[in-house]
């Protein structure tokens, strides 16, 4: 195992992002992934889910006076080195997070949140112009998977030219960089004749494809919110944007191969798959 070097105090990444009761995805996903990789992660509650392996039974937002009271009482006492966003739900807790994230000098990950993994919306239809006019502006990488390029752009992804016009019309809404996440593309083979999993990150000039086996594993609950967060904690641990998208996909690749049942439904990736791999 490649040995990791964590830095001490550890950099704070904050998530805002919705709870999920399952403790696969969400604000439970995002914790577990900063606490893997080395920083100390912090939560902002927008919501509240009963959600387990088979689906998302109920979903309550909470107030924007709540959301924005607990941004305030972790910036302003302990400080952030990056931000992640996930479920924000109503347009007006996504107009209140965009609000708060330009007022912070800290690199900005926005997980454009807006169907679950059991395709339940996460995410009310009038929020989606706030998404794309306020939200989406505000940050340093825009990690939308394809299913929420088509929800928010109107473009198809059928294959790879389909992910730069993707990209392309992601960038036009205003962040620095866009991944855009191939996860759900189907007949993807790399160069040695094995399926891939294919995400695209450009900055408009520079393109990057990050390539990874493609596992045969069900089980991949939370996938999203766990890239997205790793991607937060690179930044915060002083990578380039291209660095820590990279480190974030081995990350998460691993994840996916280890992850594991849980209930009846789809279980989570594995959080800890570096620990558990040593204790074997």
Known sequence: MQSLSFPFPAPRVLTVAGSDSGGGAGIQADLKTMLALGVHGMSVLTAVTAQNSLGVQGAWELPVEAVRAQYRSVVDD???????????????LVETVAELLAGTDAPVVVDPVGISKHGDSLLAASALDSVRTKLLPTATV???????????????????????????????????????????????????GGSQAVDLLTDGTEEHWLRAPRYDNRHTHGTGCTLASAVASGLARGMDVPEAVRA????VTGAIAAGFPLGAGIGPVDHAWRFRRTLR
């Open 78 to 92: 302990i400080g952030v080195q990056a931000v992640k966003t996930g479920m924000l739900a109503s347009a007006p």
């Open 142 to 192: 825009a990690t939308p998977n394809l299913d929420e390029v088509t929800q928010l752009t109107g473009v198809v992804v059928e294959d790879e030219n389909g992910m730069r016009r993707a990209a392309d019309a992601v960038l036009g809404f205003g962040p620095r960089w866009a991944l855009i996440k191939g996860g759900h593309l189907a007949g993807d083979t790399g160069r040695a």
């Open 248 to 251: 974030a996909k081995e990350y």
